[in-house]
Nanobody
Framework: QVQLVESGGGLVQAGGSLRLSCAGS????????MGWFRQATGKEREFVAA???????YYAESVKGRFTISIDNAKNTMYLQMMSLKPEDTAVYYC??????????????????WGQGTQVTVSS
C-alpha cells in the first residue's frame, strides 16, 4: 500500500519561509513524477509544482522564483521549500505521485496517490 505523508505546514508571517516534506512508503518513487498541489478555502485544487528525475522541475507561474521542489530518493521524500510567502499562498498543501514519470503534469486527476494535506497559513 502506497502512503504519502506531508509535514511542515504551519503559520508564518508574510515574507517568511516554510519547508514542506512528503514522505513516501510502500514503493520507491525514483522513476515516478511527484507534485505539490494546494487548495484554499472555497477554491479548486490548483497545481503548485512537479518533479521527476527524468524531466526535472515544473512550477506554476504564481510560485516560480519563490518555491523550490526537490526529491531525496535515498529518503523517499519530496520537499517544497517556500520563500517570500504571501497571504494568497494560504491553503492546504497536498503531495501527490504518479507512476508515469515521463512528463510533469499540472492536472490533479493524472496523479495516482495523494497525501492527507498540511495547512499553510500566511498572515499579513
Amino acid at each position: 500500500q502506497v502512503q504519502l505523508v506531508e509535514s511542515g505546514g504551519g503559520l508564518v508571517q508574510a515574507g517568511g519561509s516554510l519547508r514542506l516534506s512528503c514522505a513516501g512508503s510502500g514503493r520507491t518513487f525514483s522513476r515516478a513524477a511527484m507534485g505539490w498541489f494546494r487548495q484554499a478555502t472555497g477554491k479548486e485544487r490548483e497545481f503548485v509544482a512537479a518533479v521527476s528525475w527524468v524531466q526535472g522541475t515544473y512550477y506554476a507561474e504564481s510560485v516560480k522564483g519563490r518555491f523550490t521542489i526537490s526529491i531525496d530518493n535515498a529518503k523517499n521524500t519530496m520537499y517544497l521549500q517556500m520563500m517570500s510567502l504571501k497571504p494568497e499562498d494560504t491553503a492546504v498543501y497536498y503531495c501527490a505521485a504518479r507512476h508515469d514519470g515521463s512528463y510533469l503534469s499540472p492536472i490533479s486527476k493524472e496523479y495516482d496517490y495523494w497525501g492527507q494535506g498540511t495547512q499553510v497559513t500566511v498572515s499579513s
